[in-house]
Structures are given as C-alpha cells and as structure tokens.
C-alpha cells in the first residue's frame, strides 16, 4: 500500500522538512515518516499540500505533462469583472509566456473559510472579491501572476483541491492520510 496524505498547509509555512533558518516546515505538522511533498505551495499560500511515499505517485501528481486540474479560491483586491474573467479563461500573457486557459468565476466568500493569522491588509476604500480558479499547470507563482496581468492583485490564495482529492473536512495544519493500492 500506498499512502497519500492530505494537507492543510497554514500560511507562513514552508513545503519542506528542514529550514537553516528556523521557519515553520512540514516538520512541524506532518509525523509520518518517508513522505514526499508532490508539487510546492508557497510560503504566503494555504491549502491543500499532498504528500506520498509513492515516487510514481509524487510524478503523476506534480509533472505539468500530466495536467492535474488545480483549483484554488483566491481573495483579489476589487471587484473582479467579466473582462477579466474572459482574459483568464482565454490564458493570460505572462513573462515567461501564455498560461494554458483556465476554469474561471466569481464566488462568494467560501462558507467554511478559516481565519487566516495574520490577516490580510484591508483597505477602508478599495473592496475584494472572491474567484475560484483552476488551472492545469504550476508555474512558479502562477495564479498570484495571472491575477495581477488582469488588474486585480491577489490578497490570499487557497489551494483547495488537486485532481480528486480536497481539503473538504481538513482543518488548517490537520491531514487525512489516504491508503492507496500500490500500481
């Protein structure tokens, strides 16, 4: 058997075991030995980090050849607009080229939202709104880049699903760890 672990990265932590300089790891939330994180959430991101002791697995999972659906809830400064919705699911242009198109649509803030500490910078005059985007590739930073490219920066970025699995029922810094056939 397999395992996969589902994880509700909280912000501010690295996707990795060991840090030189003292930041908050996997380390410290994940106790099962031999798992691998399959792809890489950042820092100031949260949500749904998968791990497995499967190497194949990890491959399926965070090779872009493989065009795992990634779909993320993600707060903007302003009210998103339809333009801007049409430019990202067209594929927005980019530095390092254009981003393949993408599922994308207004949504109401999520009902089960957690707090995030610290909270994020608010400005008395300028509102937010919410998008779910999914996407098909991992460039470094994407989302926060492609929301930015049409106008609305990016104020916090939630991974909520990869493939099938989701962080439905996951507290943030909880896991589910998942037993799955070996291939």
């Known amino acids: 058997m397999s395992k996969l672990v589902l994880f509700n990265k909280p912000f501010d932590v690295l996707c990795q075991f060991t840090d030189q300089e003292g930041r908050s790891t996997l380390k410290d939330y994940i106790d099962i030995p031999d798992v691998y994180a399959a792809g890489r959430l950042d820092r100031d991101s949260e949500g749904l980090l998968l791990l497995t002791d499967d190497g194949k697995l990890q491959n399926r999972i965070s090779d872009p050849k493989f065009k795992q659906p990634k779909t993320y809830w993600v707060q903007i400064e302003g009210e998103i607009d339809d333009p801007a919705l049409i430019k990202l699911r067209k594929g927005v242009e980019l530095k390092d080229g254009r981003t393949r198109p993408a599922q994308a649509k207004k949504i109401s803030e999520p009902d089960n939202l957690w707090p995030r500490v610290p909270p994020i910078r608010e400005r008395k ?27 609305f920066p990016t104020l916090r970025l939630i991974r909520y699903k990869i493939g099938r699995w989701s962080l439905q029922d996951i507290e943030p810094g909880h896991s589910r760890v998942i037993d799955l056939p070996t291939r």
């Open 125 to 151: 005059n300028i509102p937010t709104s919410w998008l779910q985007l999914t996407i098909t590739e991992g460039r470094n930073r994407q989302v926060r880049r492609m929301t930015a490219a049409v106008g």
